[in-house]
């Protein structure tokens, strides 16, 4: 038998690898959209309390040890959104498999007292959370008391321990305004239009005439922790003016600092003709800045960056178009390496064949740590809807809960049931 020299074998192996990656035969060749989009929808499983609620919507999520904590507005007697007996639900589950884990614990909703505060009206709304530490997590939500002109009108948090899986009760959210922090108020739609005042000239706040929405995630650097409050103004089913003013705090969101907010009034076109609105905002900070991820309603204006300095945080520069359509809440997070700045944008609409309805995408888009080039990475699709999805880093994963409507209480509308699922990594990550 001929025996290959040792370097004549060497040398051949390297010819056969080089011919093969010259082939494209060692390189990861990107997946179809349609294969990773079907991967994505076949692995959500349901964590909402389906058996009983006939609506599902607006998911905040976070990951403590292996165990998934999305908390989300829900209702048992009617699909439709913000109806009287809508709750605030927090969801606990096994990531490794969250249907057959999934356990429900009530945060709150109207009647509900203790701590000596009895929450009023029909309905809570806009739950989101935050985590305090391993065993203590903060769930804020929408309120009011009896009395109050709006459903929505006053911040309240509860507490939940983990370890005893117990409540605190309810606690009342302060803010300070217009840099006053020896005269702290109730976190209410008056506070921040007399903010409002404070930021942009008398009389501005009057133009933001109804209702609030902790509609922001919530961030720490810098320590401490930072968020975002909405206030709006609408008539007749229409909303005209909204924003969000940046807000910070010191003791894990039971005390805030209004800052400042992007002005919508500098959104083009004119009134009443088209609303100027940015709202839901996600928050990625670096440095320098403070960066705003707003959607504005509006499919010619898309979604849109604003950013303020952290030397001035009451200063906002004019709002930008940064990708298109701009219609649902924004996604956006900085994972660091090797995801670095990720975003989920809801797209344009898809006509899903032999169905009665169409379905929007949902864009996976890769934001270069400058803030000016957007990329987009894969766009998904859910024949079941993927409404309002909410992003969370958990060892070198990242997992995703969105509404989607896999029973058609509404066909229209997506928003029965919270799922939990999480993105290809593979995909997100590889070069196009």
């Not at 008539?235 to 003013?245: C, M």
């Not at 949902?362 to 993927?386: E, K, N």
Request: hydrophobic fraction near 40%; aromatic fraction near 10%.
């Amino acid at each position: 038998m001929k025996v290959v020299h040792p370097l004549l074998l060497l040398l051949l192996l390297w010819l056969s690898a080089a011919n093969r990656s010259a082939n494209g035969e060692d390189t990861p060749r990107p997946r179809d959209e349609t294969a990773i989009s079907k991967a994505f929808v076949q692995q959500a499983q349901i964590v909402s309390k389906a058996a009983t609620e006939q609506y599902a919507h607006q998911s905040s999520l976070r990951i403590v040890n292996g165990k998934g904590y999305a908390v989300y507005q829900c209702n048992e007697g009617t699909p439709e959104e913000d109806k009287a007996g809508q709750l605030a639900r927090m969801a606990i589950f096994d990531i490794a498999n969250p249907t057959a884990t999934a356990k429900w614990v009530d945060i709150s909703g109207a009647g509900d007292s203790s701590n000596g505060l009895t929450i009023g009206g029909r309905f809570v709304s806009a739950p989101m959370l935050h985590c305090i530490d391993a065993d203590t997590l903060r769930v804020f939500f929408t309120a009011c008391f009896a009395g109050d002109p709006a459903p929505a009108f006053r911040v309240f948090y509860e507490d939940y321990t983990i370890s005893s899986g117990t409540l605190s009760g309810l606690h009342v959210v302060r803010c300070a305004i217009a840099k006053q922090p020896e005269a702290p108020l109730d976190l209410t739609p008056e506070a921040l239009q007399r903010h409002l005042d404070f930021l942009f000239g008398l009389g501005t706040g009057a133009q933001f005439s109804s209702g609030l929405s902790t509609a922001g995630d919530f961030v720490p650097f810098d320590g401490q922790l930072y968020s975002t409050i909405q206030i709006k103004n609408s008539q007749n089913g229409r909303t005209h003016l909204l924003t969000n003013i940046l807000m910070r705090s010191a003791d894990q969101g039971a005390n805030w600092e209004l800052l400042g907010a992007p002005d919508p009034r500098l959104l083009p076109g004119e009134e009443p003709a088209t609303s100027k609105i940015l709202a839901e905002p996600a928050l990625t900070q670096d440095t320098n800045n403070i960066y705003l991820h707003l959607r504005s309603n509006v499919a010619a204006t898309g979604y849109v960056l604003s950013k303020a300095s952290k030397t001035d945080p009451y200063h906002f520069d004019a709002p930008v178009t940064k990708w298109t359509f701009g219609i649902g809440r924004p996604a956006v997070g900085d994972f660091g390496p090797p995801f670095g700045l990720v975003a989920m944008f809801t797209a344009p609409t898809v006509n899903m064949g032999p169905r009665t309805v169409t379905r929007n995408k949902c864009d996976v888009v890769r934001i270069d740590p400058t803030y000016q080039t957007y990329t987009r990475a894969f766009s998904l699709v859910d024949p079941d809807a993927i409404n309002t999805p909410f992003m969370q880093l958990y060892h070198g994963e990242v997992y995703v809960t969105y509404s989607t409507g896999r029973r058609h209480l509404i066909p229209k509308f997506g928003t029965s049931e919270i799922v939990f699922s999480k993105l290809p990594k593979e995909d997100l990550i590889r070069p196009q």
